[in-house]
């Protein structure tokens, strides 16, 4: 019965833009403008802060525009962060207890040494589907990363 008292979502397409790949939104009824496309697989929202169409036009297409250039580029939008994965690593290494002490000791210290030069990279792998959680390890995982890297 939850399913039926929940709010339904409702979105307004205000405008198309670039041949409809940019939409302009307003979501759930809302004053704000939101601008949302498909890039890398994925739809990417970002609100605009506007409520007139023209100012949201000049914002939506200035980030768009953005978007594309960064794609170009080759920068993934997609992904975690290198840091946040060798944090959650280093937590499921302490919880299954798979390798020794001495190990799990060594992993902390390179970790140590890595953390201030992470900075914000990406890792595009999903790795929760592709990697330890997937039953394939640790190694085929940063195997297929290597590979990503490379591609």
């Known amino acids: 019965m939850a399913a039926a008292s929940a709010k339904a979502e409702t979105t307004e397409v205000v405008a198309k833009l670039y041949e409809g790949k940019l939409r302009l939104e307003r979501r759930d009824g809302g004053t704000l403008i939101t601008a949302r496309t498909f890039i890398q697989g994925k739809l990417v929202r ?16 200035g980030w768009y525009l953005d978007l594309l250039g960064r794609d170009r580029k080759g920068e ?12 959650k690593f280093l937590t499921h290494a302490e919880q299954m207890r ?6 799990r000791r060594n992993y902390r210290q ?10 914000a990279v990406l890792v595009h792998a999903d790795i929760r589907r592709r990697g330890v959680a997937g039953g ?15 591609e």
Not at 46 to 61: F, S
Not at 76 to 87: I, L, S
Not at 110 to 119: F, I, N, R, Y
């Open 46 to 61: 970002k609100t605009t802060g506007e409520r007139t169409l023209a100012a949201a036009t000049k914002v939506a297409t």
């Open 110 to 119: 390179k970790w140590a040494l890595l953390k201030p030069h992470s900075g």
């Open 98 to 103: 798979e390798v020794s002490e001495g190990q």
């Open 136 to 150: 394939g390890g640790v190694q085929p995982a940063l195997a297929r990363l290597r590979t990503d890297q490379a």
């Open 76 to 87: 993934h939008f997609h992904g975690h962060f290198f840091g946040e994965v060798a944090e």
